[in-house]
Nanobody
Framework: QVQLVESGGALVQPGGSLRLSCAASGIIFRFYVMGWYRQAPGKQRELVAAITSGGITNYANSVKGRFTISRDNAKNTVYLHMNSLKPEDTAVYYC???????????????WGQGTQVTVSS
């Protein structure tokens, strides 16, 4: 049974930076494309970044050049480094495994609790 545990969210000022972490268990982590999703109040959950086991990445246009996704297959962990944060980045951030590098669909029905990122002055 897959378990995904996100951490690292916080209240940060516009222009600030954060690093989110997601620890996965119950799966052979290196087999999966992993991704970060976010859901803002009143909006649908969207994929913001994905990474293959070998490190090929894909980003939503809204975060390209500001966010960097990375992974450590030895630690079963995926990271999201967020720079130049904007108020519109405010959301709960989740990790899951997209069905492909360019797919929005999440492979696992079970989601973690997410981690709240709030960008505000």
């Amino acid at each position: 049974q897959v378990q995904l545990v996100e951490s690292g969210g916080a209240l940060v000022q516009p222009g600030g930076s954060l690093r989110l972490s997601c620890a996965a268990s119950g799966i052979i982590f290196r087999f999966y494309v992993m991704g970060w999703y976010r859901q803002a109040p009143g909006k649908q959950r969207e994929l913001v970044a994905a990474i293959t086991s070998g490190g090929i990445t894909n980003y939503a246009n809204s975060v390209k050049g500001r966010f960097t996704i990375s992974r450590d297959n030895a630690k079963n962990t995926v990271y999201l480094h967020m720079n130049s944060l904007k108020p519109e980045d405010t959301a709960v951030y989740y990790c899951n495994a997209p069905t492909g590098l360019y797919s929005d669909y999440a492979r696992f029905a079970s989601w973690g609790q997410g981690t709240q990122v709030t960008v505000s002055s």
